[in-house]
Protein backbone atom coordinates (compact mmCIF):
# COMPACT_ATOMS: atom_id res chain seq x y z
CA UNK A 1 0.00 0.00 0.00
CA UNK A 2 2.14 2.54 -1.38
CA UNK A 3 1.80 6.45 -0.69
CA UNK A 4 0.91 6.98 -4.06
CA UNK A 5 -2.28 5.01 -3.68
CA UNK A 6 -3.30 6.72 -0.77
CA UNK A 7 -2.98 10.17 -2.15
CA UNK A 8 -6.33 9.33 -4.58
CA UNK A 9 -7.98 9.48 -1.17
CA UNK A 10 -7.92 13.33 -1.09
CA UNK A 11 -8.81 13.05 -5.06
CA UNK A 12 -12.10 11.37 -3.70
CA UNK A 13 -13.11 13.63 -0.41
CA UNK A 14 -10.86 16.56 -1.27
CA UNK A 15 -7.64 18.20 -0.60
CA UNK A 16 -8.46 20.95 1.73
CA UNK A 17 -11.92 21.25 2.06
CA UNK A 18 -14.22 22.17 4.95
CA UNK A 19 -12.79 19.57 7.38
CA UNK A 20 -9.76 19.94 6.85
CA UNK A 21 -9.90 23.90 7.30
CA UNK A 22 -11.44 22.94 10.47
CA UNK A 23 -8.85 20.51 11.52
CA UNK A 24 -6.24 22.86 10.24
CA UNK A 25 -6.89 26.07 12.01
CA UNK A 26 -7.57 24.39 15.55
CA UNK A 27 -4.01 22.44 14.93
CA UNK A 28 -2.09 25.62 14.03
CA UNK A 29 -3.71 28.25 16.69
CA UNK A 30 -1.68 25.76 19.25
CA UNK A 31 1.74 26.91 16.96
CA UNK A 32 0.99 30.56 18.53
CA UNK A 33 1.65 28.97 22.08
CA UNK A 34 4.75 27.13 21.10
CA UNK A 35 6.30 30.51 19.40
CA UNK A 36 5.26 32.41 22.52
CA UNK A 37 7.55 29.94 25.06
CA UNK A 38 10.12 29.03 23.14
CA UNK A 39 10.82 33.28 22.42
CA UNK A 40 9.08 34.09 26.31
CA UNK A 41 12.68 33.86 27.91
CA UNK A 42 13.40 37.13 26.39
CA UNK A 43 11.65 39.04 28.63
CA UNK A 44 11.46 36.71 31.18
CA UNK A 45 15.14 36.53 31.92
CA UNK A 46 15.79 40.34 31.36
CA UNK A 47 18.80 41.48 33.93
CA UNK A 48 18.67 45.24 35.18
CA UNK A 49 20.90 47.51 36.47
CA UNK A 50 21.50 46.98 39.87
CA UNK A 51 23.87 47.24 43.02
CA UNK A 52 24.45 46.36 46.21
CA UNK A 53 22.02 46.58 49.22
CA UNK A 54 24.03 48.68 52.09
CA UNK A 55 23.39 46.49 55.87
CA UNK A 56 21.36 49.35 57.09
CA UNK A 57 18.82 51.95 56.35
CA UNK A 58 20.21 54.90 54.27
CA UNK A 59 20.51 58.87 55.45
CA UNK A 60 22.04 60.20 52.22
CA UNK A 61 23.07 58.23 49.16
CA UNK A 62 25.38 60.46 46.32
CA UNK A 63 25.72 59.00 42.43
CA UNK A 64 27.93 61.05 40.68
CA UNK A 65 26.63 65.09 40.41
CA UNK A 66 23.08 63.40 42.13
CA UNK A 67 22.78 63.79 45.85
CA UNK A 68 19.39 62.02 47.14
CA UNK A 69 17.45 60.41 49.65
CA UNK A 70 16.62 57.21 48.11
CA UNK A 71 18.61 54.74 46.24
CA UNK A 72 15.67 53.75 43.74
CA UNK A 73 16.06 57.38 42.27
CA UNK A 74 19.73 56.91 40.92
CA UNK A 75 18.95 54.62 37.70
CA UNK A 76 18.38 57.62 35.78
CA UNK A 77 21.90 58.66 35.81
CA UNK A 78 23.79 54.97 35.27
CA UNK A 79 24.93 54.45 31.75
CA UNK A 80 24.81 50.73 30.46
CA UNK A 81 28.79 49.27 30.60
CA UNK A 82 30.12 51.53 32.80
CA UNK A 83 30.89 50.41 36.89
CA UNK A 84 30.06 53.21 38.47
CA UNK A 85 30.17 53.52 42.52
CA UNK A 86 27.39 54.75 44.67
CA UNK A 87 28.13 56.42 48.09
CA UNK A 88 25.62 55.94 50.87
CA UNK A 89 25.56 57.33 54.20
CA UNK A 90 23.62 55.24 56.50
CA UNK A 91 21.61 56.27 59.69
CA UNK A 92 24.61 54.99 61.74
CA UNK A 93 27.18 57.42 60.20
CA UNK A 94 28.78 54.67 58.28
CA UNK A 95 29.59 55.35 54.82
CA UNK A 96 29.96 52.87 51.78
CA UNK A 97 30.79 52.51 48.24
CA UNK A 98 28.11 50.15 46.43
CA UNK A 99 28.99 48.51 42.99
CA UNK A 100 26.83 46.19 41.05
CA UNK A 101 28.53 43.05 42.92
CA UNK A 102 30.62 44.02 46.19
CA UNK A 103 30.50 46.75 48.17
CA UNK A 104 33.11 48.71 50.47
CA UNK A 105 33.09 49.96 54.01
CA UNK A 106 34.66 53.30 54.58
CA UNK A 107 37.18 52.33 58.23
CA UNK A 108 38.34 56.13 58.57
CA UNK A 109 35.68 58.56 59.11
CA UNK A 110 35.03 60.93 56.02
CA UNK A 111 32.34 63.18 54.79
CA UNK A 112 30.08 62.06 51.50
CA UNK A 113 32.06 62.31 48.78
CA UNK A 114 34.36 60.24 46.46
CA UNK A 115 37.40 61.90 48.01
CA UNK A 116 38.72 59.58 49.71
CA UNK A 117 42.11 58.09 50.80
CA UNK A 118 41.74 56.08 53.72
CA UNK A 119 41.22 52.08 54.68
CA UNK A 120 38.66 50.35 53.13
CA UNK A 121 36.87 46.86 54.02
CA UNK A 122 35.51 44.46 51.47
CA UNK A 123 32.07 42.76 51.93
CA UNK A 124 29.66 40.67 49.51
CA UNK A 125 26.51 41.59 48.96
CA UNK A 126 25.08 39.32 51.51
CA UNK A 127 22.26 41.77 51.92
CA UNK A 128 21.08 40.76 48.44
CA UNK A 129 20.59 43.97 45.20
CA UNK A 130 18.58 46.96 44.40
CA UNK A 131 17.20 46.66 40.94
CA UNK A 132 16.52 49.16 38.31
CA UNK A 133 12.26 48.41 38.33
CA UNK A 134 11.63 51.65 35.80
CA UNK A 135 11.23 48.64 32.86
CA UNK A 136 10.35 45.23 34.59
CA UNK A 137 8.89 45.42 38.21
CA UNK A 138 10.23 41.54 38.37
CA UNK A 139 11.78 39.15 36.33
CA UNK A 140 13.25 36.14 37.34
CA UNK A 141 16.62 37.39 37.89
CA UNK A 142 15.31 39.82 40.51
CA UNK A 143 12.86 37.21 42.28
CA UNK A 144 16.10 35.21 42.68
CA UNK A 145 18.50 37.51 42.74
CA UNK A 146 20.74 36.03 39.11
CA UNK A 147 23.69 38.16 39.20
CA UNK A 148 27.20 38.18 39.86
CA UNK A 149 28.41 34.82 40.77
CA UNK A 150 24.75 33.49 40.13
CA UNK A 151 24.62 34.89 36.73
CA UNK A 152 25.25 31.90 35.00
CA UNK A 153 22.20 30.37 36.54
CA UNK A 154 20.47 33.14 34.67
CA UNK A 155 21.75 32.76 31.30
CA UNK A 156 21.31 28.52 31.48
CA UNK A 157 17.10 29.60 31.45
CA UNK A 158 17.21 29.30 27.58
CA UNK A 159 19.48 26.49 26.74
CA UNK A 160 17.56 24.09 29.02
CA UNK A 161 14.42 24.93 27.89
CA UNK A 162 16.10 23.93 24.59
CA UNK A 163 17.53 20.67 25.96
CA UNK A 164 13.90 20.18 26.88
CA UNK A 165 12.68 20.74 23.41
CA UNK A 166 15.82 18.51 21.77
CA UNK A 167 13.91 16.11 23.91
CA UNK A 168 10.38 16.24 23.38
CA UNK A 169 11.53 15.83 19.75
CA UNK A 170 13.05 12.58 20.09
CA UNK A 171 10.38 11.10 22.60
CA UNK A 172 7.21 12.68 21.25
CA UNK A 173 8.35 11.83 17.53
CA UNK A 174 9.40 7.92 18.71
CA UNK A 175 5.61 7.99 20.68
CA UNK A 176 3.69 9.16 17.58
CA UNK A 177 4.80 6.71 15.05
CA UNK A 178 3.26 4.01 17.69
CA UNK A 179 0.59 5.98 19.55
CA UNK A 180 -0.54 7.83 17.28
CA UNK A 181 -0.31 11.20 16.13
CA UNK A 182 -4.04 12.19 17.74
CA UNK A 183 -2.76 10.55 21.42
CA UNK A 184 0.45 12.94 21.11
CA UNK A 185 -1.09 16.22 20.41
CA UNK A 186 -3.80 15.73 23.20
CA UNK A 187 -1.12 14.92 25.81
CA UNK A 188 1.69 17.52 24.60
CA UNK A 189 -0.99 20.55 24.80
CA UNK A 190 -1.73 19.56 27.97
CA UNK A 191 1.40 19.81 29.19
CA UNK A 192 1.53 22.97 27.92
CA UNK A 193 -1.06 24.46 29.62
CA UNK A 194 -0.46 22.90 32.80
CA UNK A 195 3.94 22.86 33.05
CA UNK A 196 2.98 26.77 31.68
CA UNK A 197 1.14 27.91 34.51
CA UNK A 198 3.20 26.05 36.91
CA UNK A 199 6.36 27.52 35.76
CA UNK A 200 4.33 31.53 36.46
CA UNK A 201 4.19 29.90 40.51
CA UNK A 202 7.36 28.22 41.25
CA UNK A 203 8.64 28.60 44.63
CA UNK A 204 12.65 28.72 43.73
CA UNK A 205 15.02 28.57 40.61
CA UNK A 206 14.99 25.31 40.55
CA UNK A 207 11.34 24.58 40.31
CA UNK A 208 11.22 27.12 37.47
CA UNK A 209 13.76 25.68 35.60
CA UNK A 210 11.86 21.93 35.74
CA UNK A 211 8.88 23.46 35.02
CA UNK A 212 10.04 24.86 31.91
CA UNK A 213 11.99 21.99 31.02
CA UNK A 214 9.17 19.66 30.81
CA UNK A 215 7.12 22.54 29.06
CA UNK A 216 10.06 22.63 26.52
CA UNK A 217 9.36 18.86 26.39
CA UNK A 218 5.67 18.61 25.76
CA UNK A 219 5.93 22.10 23.58
CA UNK A 220 7.99 20.39 20.89
CA UNK A 221 6.52 17.55 20.78
CA UNK A 222 3.30 19.03 20.04
CA UNK A 223 5.57 21.49 16.97
CA UNK A 224 7.60 17.97 15.85
CA UNK A 225 3.85 16.12 15.46
CA UNK A 226 1.78 18.62 13.77
CA UNK A 227 3.58 18.90 11.04
CA UNK A 228 3.26 15.39 9.98
CA UNK A 229 -0.50 15.63 11.19
CA UNK A 230 -1.33 18.55 8.60
CA UNK A 231 0.88 16.64 5.68
CA UNK A 232 -1.29 13.29 6.20
CA UNK A 233 -4.80 15.24 6.66
CA UNK A 234 -4.03 17.27 3.86
CA UNK A 235 -4.04 16.48 0.00
CA UNK A 236 -0.88 17.46 -2.53
CA UNK A 237 -2.77 20.29 -3.88
CA UNK A 238 -2.59 22.11 -1.00
CA UNK A 239 -0.01 20.25 1.35
CA UNK A 240 2.59 22.94 0.78
CA UNK A 241 0.61 26.18 1.51
CA UNK A 242 -0.73 24.53 4.65
CA UNK A 243 2.46 23.66 6.11
CA UNK A 244 4.48 26.20 5.58
CA UNK A 245 1.71 28.36 7.09
CA UNK A 246 2.07 26.76 10.16
CA UNK A 247 5.19 28.56 10.80
CA UNK A 248 3.15 31.90 10.31
CA UNK A 249 0.89 31.19 13.27
CA UNK A 250 4.49 30.41 15.24
CA UNK A 251 5.63 33.97 13.87
CA UNK A 252 2.21 35.28 15.52
CA UNK A 253 3.44 33.63 18.81
CA UNK A 254 6.86 36.19 18.47
CA UNK A 255 4.24 39.07 17.94
CA UNK A 256 2.12 37.99 21.01
CA UNK A 257 5.45 37.96 23.35
CA UNK A 258 6.34 41.16 22.22
CA UNK A 259 3.06 42.68 22.60
CA UNK A 260 2.66 41.07 26.30
CA UNK A 261 6.36 42.11 27.33
CA UNK A 262 5.36 45.59 26.50
CA UNK A 263 2.29 45.69 28.71
CA UNK A 264 3.01 43.58 31.26
CA UNK A 265 5.96 43.90 33.69
CA UNK A 266 5.35 41.33 36.18
CA UNK A 267 7.63 38.36 35.24
CA UNK A 268 4.41 35.45 36.50
CA UNK A 269 1.94 37.53 35.95
CA UNK A 270 3.50 37.59 32.47
CA UNK A 271 3.64 33.47 32.43
CA UNK A 272 0.39 33.37 33.17
CA UNK A 273 -0.75 35.35 30.18
CA UNK A 274 1.10 33.36 27.68
CA UNK A 275 0.48 30.01 29.02
CA UNK A 276 -3.57 30.86 28.73
CA UNK A 277 -3.25 31.25 25.06
CA UNK A 278 -3.32 26.91 24.83
CA UNK A 279 -6.52 27.09 26.64
CA UNK A 280 -8.45 27.45 23.43
CA UNK A 281 -6.99 24.31 22.03
CA UNK A 282 -6.88 22.12 25.36
CA UNK A 283 -10.65 22.56 25.03
CA UNK A 284 -11.26 21.51 21.24
CA UNK A 285 -8.59 19.07 21.25
CA UNK A 286 -10.95 16.45 21.57
CA UNK A 287 -12.34 16.66 18.87
CA UNK A 288 -8.99 15.88 16.48
CA UNK A 289 -9.34 12.34 14.60
CA UNK A 290 -6.79 10.11 14.36
CA UNK A 291 -5.06 10.53 10.77
CA UNK A 292 -6.43 7.67 7.61
CA UNK A 293 -2.51 7.26 6.99
CA UNK A 294 -1.45 6.16 10.68
CA UNK A 295 -4.38 4.00 10.91
CA UNK A 296 -4.10 2.13 7.73
CA UNK A 297 -0.43 1.98 8.17
CA UNK A 298 -1.21 -0.26 11.76
CA UNK A 299 -3.87 -2.02 9.28
CA UNK A 300 -6.71 -0.38 11.55
CA UNK A 301 -8.33 -0.34 8.29
CA UNK A 302 -12.17 0.22 9.49
CA UNK A 303 -11.43 3.15 11.81
CA UNK A 304 -9.34 5.02 8.95
CA UNK A 305 -12.74 4.34 6.73
CA UNK A 306 -14.89 6.04 9.10
CA UNK A 307 -12.68 9.37 9.90
CA UNK A 308 -12.61 9.33 5.72
CA UNK A 309 -16.14 8.87 5.68
CA UNK A 310 -16.83 11.94 8.09
CA UNK A 311 -14.33 14.21 6.04
CA UNK A 312 -16.47 13.27 3.07
CA UNK A 313 -19.20 13.99 4.70
CA UNK A 314 -18.05 17.77 5.92
CA UNK A 315 -16.67 18.12 2.67
CA UNK A 316 -19.54 17.08 0.46
CA UNK A 317 -17.89 15.07 -1.52
CA UNK A 318 -18.49 10.88 -2.84
CA UNK A 319 -17.77 8.76 -0.37
CA UNK A 320 -14.27 6.94 -0.97
CA UNK A 321 -13.47 3.04 -0.33
CA UNK A 322 -10.32 1.92 0.98
CA UNK A 323 -10.46 -1.78 -0.21
CA UNK A 324 -11.28 0.19 -3.91
CA UNK A 325 -8.19 2.66 -3.69
CA UNK A 326 -5.95 0.39 -2.07
CA UNK A 327 -6.40 -2.84 -3.78
CA UNK A 328 -6.76 -4.85 -0.27
CA UNK A 329 -6.61 -8.54 -0.75
CA UNK A 330 -9.16 -10.78 1.08
CA UNK A 331 -6.35 -10.67 4.29
CA UNK A 332 -5.68 -7.13 4.62
CA UNK A 333 -9.11 -5.73 3.60
CA UNK A 334 -10.75 -3.52 5.67
CA UNK A 335 -12.81 -5.42 8.68
CA UNK A 336 -9.77 -7.99 8.94
CA UNK A 337 -8.46 -7.37 12.82
CA UNK A 338 -6.04 -4.38 12.71
CA UNK A 339 -2.13 -5.74 11.90
CA UNK A 340 0.45 -5.00 14.62
CA UNK A 341 2.09 -1.75 14.01
CA UNK A 342 5.50 -2.53 12.49
CA UNK A 343 8.33 -0.96 14.48
CA UNK A 344 10.62 1.05 13.07
CA UNK A 345 14.55 2.95 14.39
CA UNK A 346 17.05 5.54 13.94
CA UNK A 347 18.86 2.92 11.54
CA UNK A 348 16.37 3.42 8.78
CA UNK A 349 17.09 6.45 8.07
CA UNK A 350 20.77 5.14 7.23
CA UNK A 351 19.05 2.05 5.20
CA UNK A 352 21.43 2.62 2.35
CA UNK A 353 24.04 4.93 1.11
CA UNK A 354 21.64 7.08 -0.72
CA UNK A 355 19.32 7.57 2.49
CA UNK A 356 22.03 7.96 4.87
CA UNK A 357 23.36 10.90 2.80
CA UNK A 358 20.39 12.43 2.41
CA UNK A 359 19.61 12.49 6.10
CA UNK A 360 23.07 13.90 7.27
CA UNK A 361 22.51 16.35 4.40
CA UNK A 362 19.18 17.22 5.96
CA UNK A 363 20.24 17.29 9.57
CA UNK A 364 22.83 20.11 8.70
CA UNK A 365 20.29 22.39 7.15
CA UNK A 366 18.55 21.77 10.14
CA UNK A 367 21.10 22.82 12.59
CA UNK A 368 22.11 25.67 10.60
CA UNK A 369 18.18 26.75 10.01
CA UNK A 370 17.51 26.73 14.03
CA UNK A 371 20.81 28.24 14.67
CA UNK A 372 20.26 31.03 12.66
CA UNK A 373 16.81 31.02 13.64
CA UNK A 374 16.84 31.49 17.80
CA UNK A 375 20.09 33.74 17.15
CA UNK A 376 18.41 36.65 15.07
CA UNK A 377 15.47 36.10 17.65
CA UNK A 378 17.03 36.02 20.40
CA UNK A 379 19.38 38.86 19.74
CA UNK A 380 16.82 41.40 18.33
CA UNK A 381 16.29 43.00 21.72
CA UNK A 382 19.95 44.03 21.99
CA UNK A 383 20.12 45.65 18.78
CA UNK A 384 19.06 49.31 20.18
CA UNK A 385 16.09 50.90 19.97
CA UNK A 386 12.79 49.59 21.60
CA UNK A 387 13.29 45.68 22.24
CA UNK A 388 9.56 45.08 21.96
CA UNK A 389 9.46 46.63 18.56
CA UNK A 390 12.28 44.68 17.40
CA UNK A 391 10.89 41.68 18.47
CA UNK A 392 7.87 42.01 17.18
CA UNK A 393 9.36 42.87 13.81
CA UNK A 394 10.94 39.70 13.90
CA UNK A 395 7.82 38.39 14.14
CA UNK A 396 6.52 39.88 11.24
CA UNK A 397 9.27 39.45 9.19
CA UNK A 398 8.45 36.03 8.73
CA UNK A 399 4.86 36.23 7.30
CA UNK A 400 6.57 37.47 3.89
CA UNK A 401 9.07 35.17 4.44
CA UNK A 402 6.57 31.79 3.98
CA UNK A 403 4.84 33.77 1.49
CA UNK A 404 7.96 33.73 -0.67
CA UNK A 405 8.78 29.92 -0.31
CA UNK A 406 5.42 29.16 -1.26
CA UNK A 407 5.33 31.38 -4.44
CA UNK A 408 8.51 30.21 -4.94
CA UNK A 409 9.39 26.60 -4.37
CA UNK A 410 6.90 25.02 -7.31
CA UNK A 411 8.63 27.38 -9.87
CA UNK A 412 12.24 26.80 -8.66
CA UNK A 413 12.38 23.75 -7.00
CA UNK A 414 12.51 23.06 -2.67
CA UNK A 415 16.34 22.54 -2.77
CA UNK A 416 17.16 25.60 -5.19
CA UNK A 417 14.90 27.59 -2.21
CA UNK A 418 17.05 26.31 0.53
CA UNK A 419 20.23 27.17 -0.93
CA UNK A 420 19.40 30.62 -1.54
CA UNK A 421 18.20 30.73 1.90
CA UNK A 422 20.91 30.00 3.63
CA UNK A 423 23.34 31.35 1.29
CA UNK A 424 21.67 35.18 1.44
CA UNK A 425 21.21 34.76 5.11
CA UNK A 426 25.31 34.09 5.75
CA UNK A 427 25.89 37.20 3.43
CA UNK A 428 23.23 39.26 5.53
CA UNK A 429 25.44 38.51 8.93
CA UNK A 430 28.46 39.38 7.29
CA UNK A 431 26.95 42.71 5.95
CA UNK A 432 25.45 43.27 10.02
CA UNK A 433 29.05 42.81 11.31
CA UNK A 434 30.56 45.51 9.17
CA UNK A 435 27.72 47.97 10.50
CA UNK A 436 28.57 50.66 13.23
CA UNK A 437 26.69 49.73 16.51
CA UNK A 438 25.70 53.30 16.65
CA UNK A 439 23.28 52.85 14.13
CA UNK A 440 21.30 50.64 15.64
CA UNK A 441 18.18 51.33 12.79
CA UNK A 442 20.30 49.70 10.02
CA UNK A 443 20.83 46.69 12.54
CA UNK A 444 17.23 45.97 12.96
CA UNK A 445 16.52 46.24 9.01
CA UNK A 446 19.61 44.22 8.46
CA UNK A 447 18.61 41.87 10.91
CA UNK A 448 14.72 41.37 10.05
CA UNK A 449 16.70 40.80 6.17
CA UNK A 450 18.57 38.10 7.85
CA UNK A 451 15.62 36.62 10.15
CA UNK A 452 13.53 36.65 6.70
CA UNK A 453 16.17 34.70 4.59
CA UNK A 454 16.86 32.00 7.60
CA UNK A 455 13.30 32.13 8.22
CA UNK A 456 12.52 30.86 4.69
CA UNK A 457 14.78 28.30 4.90
CA UNK A 458 13.57 27.06 8.55
CA UNK A 459 9.61 27.04 7.69
CA UNK A 460 10.58 25.04 4.47
CA UNK A 461 12.70 22.41 5.98
CA UNK A 462 9.68 20.40 7.71
CA UNK A 463 8.25 20.12 4.79
CA UNK A 464 10.82 19.40 2.85
CA UNK A 465 12.02 16.26 5.33
CA UNK A 466 8.50 14.90 5.74
CA UNK A 467 8.03 14.57 1.94
CA UNK A 468 11.17 12.78 1.50
CA UNK A 469 10.29 10.15 3.05
CA UNK A 470 7.39 7.42 3.67
CA UNK A 471 4.67 7.44 5.71
CA UNK A 472 5.91 4.73 7.89
CA UNK A 473 9.14 6.49 8.97
CA UNK A 474 7.99 10.08 8.48
CA UNK A 475 7.70 11.46 11.91
CA UNK A 476 10.60 9.61 12.78
CA UNK A 477 12.87 11.45 10.12
CA UNK A 478 11.13 14.71 11.30
CA UNK A 479 11.44 14.26 14.62
CA UNK A 480 15.36 13.19 14.35
CA UNK A 481 15.50 16.31 12.10
CA UNK A 482 14.23 18.56 14.84
CA UNK A 483 16.55 16.85 17.38
CA UNK A 484 19.35 17.71 15.49
CA UNK A 485 18.15 21.30 14.98
CA UNK A 486 17.47 21.96 18.81
CA UNK A 487 21.08 21.38 19.38
CA UNK A 488 21.40 24.37 17.28
CA UNK A 489 18.67 25.91 19.32
CA UNK A 490 20.83 25.24 22.16
CA UNK A 491 23.75 26.98 21.22
CA UNK A 492 21.91 29.66 19.67
CA UNK A 493 21.75 31.38 23.04
CA UNK A 494 24.99 30.70 24.31
CA UNK A 495 26.29 32.77 21.12
CA UNK A 496 24.19 35.99 22.40
CA UNK A 497 25.86 35.61 25.48
CA UNK A 498 29.30 35.99 23.81
CA UNK A 499 28.10 38.82 22.24
CA UNK A 500 29.52 40.57 25.70
CA UNK A 501 32.96 39.38 24.47
CA UNK A 502 32.59 40.63 20.58
CA UNK A 503 28.96 42.24 19.57
CA UNK A 504 29.59 40.45 16.27
CA UNK A 505 30.07 36.98 17.94
CA UNK A 506 26.44 35.81 16.80
CA UNK A 507 26.83 36.35 13.11
CA UNK A 508 30.21 35.13 13.23
CA UNK A 509 28.47 31.32 14.57
CA UNK A 510 25.97 31.76 11.57
CA UNK A 511 28.55 31.88 8.69
CA UNK A 512 30.50 29.04 10.10
Known sequence: MGSSNLELI???????????????????????????????????????????????N???????????????????????????????????????????????RRDDQSSLDYEYSGQKSSFPCLDGYIYDRSKWLSTVVTQWDLVCNREWFGRLIQPTFMFGVLLGAVIFGYLSDRAGRRLVLWASSTGVFLFGIAAAFTFDYYSFIVARFLLAISGSGYLVVVFVYVTEFVGMKSRTWASIHLHSFFAFGTMVVALTGYFVRTWWIYQIVLSSVTVPFVLCCWMLPETPFWLISGGKYEEAQKVIDTMAKWNRTRPCKLSEILSLDHDGSAGNKPSQVEKHTLSELFYDWSIGTRTLILWLIWFTGCLGFYTFSLNSVHLGGSEYLNLFLMGVVEIPAYVLVCLGMDRVGRRNILIFSLLSSAVTSGVIMVIPKDYHVWLVVASMAGKFFIG???????????????????????GSGSTVGRVGSIVAPLCIYLSSVWIFMPQVFINL
Open 456 to 478: AAFGLIYLYTAELYPTIVRSLAV
Open 58 to 104: VSQVLFQDLSTWQLEDIWTQFSVGREDRILVQLQDGEIWELTSCQRF
Open 10 to 56: FDSVGHFGRYQIFLYFICAFQNISCGIHYLASVFLSVSPQHTCRPPG
